[in-house]
């Protein structure tokens, strides 16, 4: 079949059944055309789209300047290695770098492999400046975590679907509860092997887990105390979708990120992808101040594409964007309209029993067991309704919508969403 040729849903759902690898379990929806907010299917259907592809999609899909900056800069220059200088990368690097307040970037495309970098770094800054004995580093990550899907990351999951059968799994790693401040500081203080301490300011993946209010700060103060680096993924909760450029910033809705603001827990070292994008293109970053950064030298680290000018130019433009549309402020109005109706939903529902969650990241628990499928019958119906969402671990929708929604949609949405939970009243 040529790929010119317009395929059904069904046929295409076929063809990736039968030439794809089949790593992932999609709801049953073939998308060929987004704008803004919304997704259409094959046969014409139209869909509020509240993944945003796992909160890449925040400008919204297809954003014109974003995309606009990739067609431009896609034919003028798209790839030169990092053997050779490129005059988008240190343009990009200043820009992002002031952005967030760091001294220095390093580009990178996944997420997984932006944490994957940040672990190297920790690791080396750990025999090189903290003095640890070689092959002795242990970094402190947390129980429900996600952090992406290499061997080195899923050897620290609890995840059992993600990690079994891929042994044999990398050490260095301590996993302690998440939210618990008391099993930090005990884990922190057991050794003077502790590099560094990674965590989700809030847990997308595990359920949208939001932990207490202050708990990244007493976890800052505690490596800070002992020497360990915060490390602070922000993959899926960073530009702008939780109600602040970082979720780190706390309760800070300027769109960059600042020391000045008391509720900012600074990072030492800050892992970004996904919507530093817009979803357009993947890229993605690690940013640390000289005395971190510089234990990385020529030849250690790298990848082909990271640092790309395409990436370059779409980074900036997508930064531009969350600046220019004050996405922070309308994560946080909207995300706090969401739980206010929901909420007052899930008072009088036997269907969902909570929900949680912070700007525009949110989720709904379902009541049923975790390995129930009423959760995906949900998302099934919600979808014949023109919503599209996805159960993350069994019971738990997230509802992660692009943060250029109105309050009009917004409405709309809720509308949506609580007319298909009425349908599975018990
Ligand atoms: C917190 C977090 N870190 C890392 C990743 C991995 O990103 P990627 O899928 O781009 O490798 C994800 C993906 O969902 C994530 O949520």
């Not at 967030?100 to 932006?114: H, Q, R, S, W, Y």
Request: proline share 4%.
């Amino acid at each position: 079949m040529s790929v010119l040729e317009k395929l059904t849903s069904a046929e295409a759902i076929d063809l990736e059944n039968k030439y794809g690898a089949h790593n992932y379990h999609p709801l049953p929806v073939v998308l060929s055309r987004g704008e803004g907010v919304y997704v259409w299917d094959v046969e014409g259907k139209k869909y509020y789209d509240f993944l945003s592809a796992y909160s890449a999609v925040n400008q919204g899909h297809c954003h014109p300047k974003i995309v606009g900056a990739m067609m431009e800069q896609a034919q003028t220059l798209t790839l030169t290695s990092r053997a050779f200088y490129n005059d988008k990368l240190g343009v990009y690097e200043e820009y992002i770098t002031k952005y967030f307040g760091f001294d220095k970037v390093l580009p990178m495309n996944t997420g997984a492999e932006a944490v994957e970098t940040a672990l190297k770094i920790c690791r080396k800054w750990a025999y090189e400046k903290k003095g640890i004995d070689e092959n002795q580093a242990q970094i402190i990550v947390c129980e429900g975590n996600f952090h992406g899907r290499t061997t080195t990351i899923i050897s620290f999951s609890n995840d059992e679907n993600a990690r079994k059968n891929f042994g044999p799994y990398t050490a260095g790693f301590i996993k302690i509860p998440y939210d618990d401040i008391e099993a930090l500081e005990k884990a922190i203080t057991s050794s003077p092997n502790i590099a560094g301490f990674l965590v989700e300011p809030i847990q997308g993946e595990a359920g949208v887990y939001t932990p207490a209010a202050d708990y990244l700060a007493k976890a800052k103060a505690l490596c800070e105390a002992n020497n360990v680096l915060f490390i602070a993924d922000e993959v899926q909760t960073g530009i702008a979708r939780t109600g602040s450029i970082l979720a780190v910033c706390g309760n800070c809705t300027c769109e960059k990120a600042c020391e000045k603001q008391s509720t900012y827990v600074a990072p030492d070292i800050l892992i970004l992808g996904k919507a530093l994008s817009g979803g357009a293109y993947p890229v993605s970053a690690v940013l640390a101040n000289d005395a971190i950064m510089n234990v990385i030298k020529p030849g250690q680290h790298g990848s082909t594409f990271g640092g790309n000018p395409i990436a370059a130019a779409v980074a900036i433009a997508a930064l531009e964007v969350v600046n220019d549309e004050n996405l922070s402020q309308n994560a946080r109005r909207l995300g706090a309209i969401f739980r206010e109706k929901i909420g007052a939903f899930v008072a009088n529902s036997n269907i969902a029993t909570l929900v949680r969650g912070k700007g525009l990241l949110n989720a709904i628990v379902i009541n049923d067991t975790e390995e129930s499928d009423t959760a995906w019958n949900i998302c099934m119906k919600l979808a014949e309704n023109g919503l599209l969402a996805k159960p993350t671990h069994g019971n738990i929708i997230r509802f992660a919508p692009p943060l250029v929604m109105n309050e009009e949609q917004l409405l709309d949405c809720i509308s949506i969403i609580i007319t298909t939970l009425k349908e599975f009243e018990k």
